[in-house]
């Protein structure tokens, strides 16, 4: 069993910043690609950023040059930096990870979510 579980959401004014944190944790042996999506209220969830193992990380047209994503093998972290945030960027972020497990699956997990509200 491995569980996601995302943290440091919450309302920040447009030009602010606010760094997301994602925590993996249970029967882990190695996590491949970390992902971090967001989906706002009557949309789509969509990719906003990802990072491999070894640090490469891609990100969404609409938050290049704004976030980064990183990670902490050692300690099976993630974060978001995000910074001059608009009001856009409001909706609730995920965290995603593909995972091998220590009985050898493959799986893919979802975290439960971190809400992010960009507003004056």
């Known amino acids: 069993q491995v569980q996601l579980v995302e943290s440091g959401g919450g309302l920040v004014q447009p030009g602010g910043s606010l760094r997301l944190s994602c925590a993996a944790s249970?029967?882990?042996?190695?996590?491949?690609?970390m992902d971090w999506y967001r989906q706002a209220p009557g949309k789509q969830r969509d990719l906003v950023a990802t990072?491999?193992?070894?640090?490469?990380?891609n990100y969404a047209s609409s938050v290049k040059g704004r976030f980064t994503v990183s990670r902490d093998n050692a300690n099976n972290m993630m974060y978001l930096q995000m910074n001059s945030l608009k009001p856009e960027d409001t909706a609730e972020y995920y965290c995603?990870?593909?995972?091998?497990?220590?009985?050898?699956?493959?799986?893919?997990?979802w975290g439960q979510g971190t809400q992010v509200t960009v507003s004056s």
């Open positions: 995603y990870a593909f995972v091998r497990t220590t009985q050898n699956t493959r799986s893919r997990y």
């Open positions: 249970g029967s882990i042996a190695r996590i491949y690609d």
């Open positions: 990072i491999t193992s070894g640090g490469s990380a």
